[in-house]
């Protein structure tokens, strides 16, 4: 049974029955959703909701994400309660301020990452007879370059982890139909249906990520490859990036397999967005097939924390 609640119809109204969650949209049977069923609720349309409902989801544990109906990019968190182990953060806290172990850590994630892309390129070549051998050869250089992350510094660790994504994404395009225009990563705004679903789906699982850690006593905002700014979850985007390929293979599902076609899309303000019929296979799918990554992060917070005290 999925913990996720998610919101897509304008004009939802939401309120507090009991212990229980009513969703009442229009045209529609009244829903009761008991408090102690849910982890988190993701709200992509206009609808009416209190405060002193947040107040009570928050205080329940409840993740609310918010997606602008308009750019489904970047998502808003009302998180849970800080957890009550101060300690961990204060640990988190020096290891951002020693430069030469966030170093340390960011090789390491650079590292996962890339040996996480080869991994993913070895599933395509599995799978592609046509392009299995671009795939291989992707898959060598990327080990390449993974062999020069040892000594990196963290500028050099960047150009490194560009010249991966340029080599990974360079075959992923020629995995997905060439009818949908995708040409490589772009962002801000997706130009084409595959980058708005990589981004939608990054988006979420970097919400997920900042839930994980903070039920792990751990600020999201605090990273060591990502370094402090102003308004990202940095140490979000850190763990974040070690599961990206395990979204690519999500998103390259979902346009194989045609699950989501051109006509799910549409343009505003050049910007590539899912609408709303696209939504409602995206968000079940992503549900289903993405529930081991999610579990995934979970662990791999709580393994950085029990590192992080350790070293401490």
Known sequence: ?????????????????????????????????????????TIVADIEVSTRLLHRLSSAGITITLLSPRSKSQATECLTPIHGNHGRRLQQYALVLDDARCLTWARLLVRWKVKAQRHQLLRFAARRGAEAGRCRRAERELALLQKQVSDADAQQLLGLEGSAARAYFGVFQR????????????????????????SLTYSMLTSECS?????AGLDPAYGVYHRVGY???????????LVRPQA??????????????????????????LKKEGRGIYFPCYEVRLAPCRRHIHRLARRLCQRWEQEG
């Open 1 to 41: 049974m999925s913990r996720h609640l998610y919101l897509d119809h304008a004009n939802t109204q939401l309120a507090l029955d009991g212990r229980s969650l009513t969703v009442k949209v229009p045209e529609r049977p009244v829903a009761h959703v008991p408090l102690h069923l849910l982890e988190r609720v």
């Open 231 to 241: 308004g990202r979850p940095s140490l979000a985007c850190d763990l974040v990036e």
């Open 211 to 215: 839930r994980a850690l903070q039920l």
């Open 175 to 198: 995995l997905v139909p060439a009818s949908l225009g995708f040409s490589g990563r772009r962002k801000r705004p997706a130009p084409d249906p595959v980058n708005a679903l990589l």
């Open 248 to 273: 690519d293979h999500f998103v390259w599902r979902l346009v194989a397999r045609q699950d989501l076609r051109a006509h799910h899309f549409t343009r505003q303000l050049g910007a590539c967005l």
